[in-house]
């Protein structure tokens, strides 16, 4: 074979991809990747934890996610940085893993395929100066794990120590994010572009934007976000920019169509990047771990950007753009600290029969057809609960406007896909207020996933015991039926079927 990649979920076949990635990348960019996980491998198994190593452990992991790094020069440069790290004989080939026995490889994917989603919050967290010192020995342990000879049971508990690291990295960054640019606070976001130059900000990094908001100041270069940077303006040291203007576009898989002739400079901080057609090639940049051949990559000067902005010029007339489903506002903002202020009142609402139930349909958005489960499902959830999502996934739906429960909306927006941490945060509290467990709460979750920060919110909700997860559009190709039927008996998770049909379904259980 050239390649075999069966990480996402849009793989060939739902069994892997072995010629060319359906996500875009060749098969020798595959290879690569591969490559630069055997030299990690073998750094935490030949070089001290240190600062340094866990910088090389991190972001290299974070560019074998999917659609991140497709510039194999890039990658080849980072495998040679890391070699110089390696001071021993230790040696080992990915590929061993992708042969062995289907139940030991697919609980090694789970926790490497979950150390990658990891990665890329730990990532985010260390850019605005933190660290923790549990998260970084993990990395090693992880890692270094995935050669060795362990029985099944050994690897179930560190597909489940994985989760559990997860949901420290994530409380990390929520710690990070909110000291840093303060608590998100409710704000409708516009879908319209004004006139004149402007820049699309796509990725997930708060600090890239920041960054990019303060070289903006006073150029006349107004700034939109896209994708999972939309939650951003939810932030009030980032809302405070009056050139921070509203969201481009909808979810990150219709950037081919939407970035299509776009007269406006387009940066990638972090995924999501598709392959870049020709026709607006000229006007993307890449920063960080995101890598495109023949696509300027930039370090923190983002000079380049606005000049090609002010270049471009935008568009000459204000124009109106809608999501999805017609709307044209976006309303984010909704994260622990402000749902839990609201707290007494939503348990009240429960109390009196006014809340039946609480949705949370979140996750990745991708192209694979069958993803407007999401959408009928929300259109059909009954008036009297309240849906909470968070992630790309939210496209299918949050131009939406579902109403509001004596004051409450019913759609509440918690952010970024990390920002899983504060539902999760909200379903501890609200169990503590019922003197329940999570799973005796009137919660169901409907959960979407494409990549790999997704496997490790999974595994992260694994590890707390939630039961009766409903996972689309299809289950991952990397859990081989043992571990599946394993995961089904235990935490009772299940495909879902049609949106009529589940929704009933939850909708039984709990009145049980």
Not at 37 to 58: G, M, Y
Not at 410 to 436: H, P, T
Not at 456 to 479: D, H, M, Q, R, S
């Amino acid at each position: 074979m050239d390649m075999f990649c069966f990480q996402c979920e849009q793989t060939a076949a739902q069994k892997g991809c072995i010629k060319q990635g359906v996500c875009g990348k060749s098969g020798d960019c595959a290879i690569l990747q591969d490559e630069l996980l055997d030299r990690l491998i073998e750094l935490v198994n030949c070089a001290e934890l240190n600062d340094e190593n866990i910088k090389l452990v991190v972001d290299g992991l974070f560019m074998t996610i999917t659609n991140v790094n497709f510039d194999e020069a890039q990658i080849q440069e980072y495998i040679e940085k890391i070699r110089k790290k390696i001071n021993c004989n230790y040696d080992y080939n990915i590929r061993t893993l992708w042969r062995s026995d289907e139940d030991i490889r697919s609980l090694k994917s789970l926790i490497l395929f979950g150390l990658k989603g990891v990665a890329a919050y730990y990532h985010h967290a260390m850019v605005l100066g933190y660290k923790n010192s549990d998260i970084e020995k993990f990395f090693f342990e992880a890692l270094s794990a995935i050669p060795k000879n362990l029985s099944k049971q050994e690897l179930f508990d560190l597909v489940l120590k994985t989760g559990e690291i997860n949901l420290k990295c994530m409380g990390l960054l929520d710690e990070a994010n909110t000291k840093t640019y303060g608590n998100p606070a409710f704000k409708k976001v516009t879908t319209n572009i004004e006139k004149g130059p402007f820049i699309v900000v796509s990725g997930h990094d708060l600090k890239d934007l920041e960054l990019l908001l303060e070289q903006t100041k006073d150029k006349g270069v107004n700034i939109y976000t896209h994708g999972e940077m939309l939650p951003c303006h939810a932030y009030p040291k980032l809302n405070k920019y009056h050139h921070l203007k509203g969201n481009f576009g909808t979810a990150w898989q219709n950037q081919q169509k939407e970035f299509d002739n776009i007269p406006a400079a387009i940066l990638f901080t972090t995924n999501c990047i598709m392959p870049v057609k020709t026709s607006y090639r000229d006007r993307v940049f890449t920063t960080c771990v995101v890598g495109y051949p023949d696509v300027i990559h930039l370090e923190k000067d983002f000079t380049p950007v606005i000049n090609k902005a002010l270049e471009l010029g935008g568009y000459k007339e204000d124009k109106k753009m809608t999501g999805i489903n017609g709307g044209d506002v976006l309303r984010v903002g909704f994260g622990h600290n402000s749902v839990l202020s609201a707290a007494d009142k939503i348990i009240e609402l429960i109390k009196s029969g006014d809340i039946k139930h609480i949705f949370l349909v979140g996750g990745c958005d991708g192209a694979k057809t069958g993803r407007n489960y999401y959408t009928d499902f929300v259109k059909l959830t009954p008036k009297n609960s309240l849906v909470l999502t968070l992630a790309c996934g939210k496209y299918r739906f949050n131009d939406l406007d579902l109403g509001e429960i004596k004051g409450i909306p019913r759609l509440l927006d918690m952010g970024q896909c990390n920002d899983a941490y504060s539902a999760i945060k909200v379903a501890l509290e609200l169990a503590k207020a019922f003197d329940c467990s999570v799973n005796e709460l009137p919660l169901s979750m409907v959960l979407s996933w494409y990549e790999q920060k997704a496997v490790c919110i999974l595994l992260t909700l694994l590890f707390l015991g939630v039961e009766n997860i409903k996972l689309g559009p299809t289950l991952p190709a990397f859990i081989s039926p043992n571990i599946l039927k394993i995961l089904s008996e235990k935490y009772k998770i299940k495909p879902i079927t049609t949106p009529d049909k589940d929704l009933e379904e939850i909708l039984n259980r709990c009145q049980k």
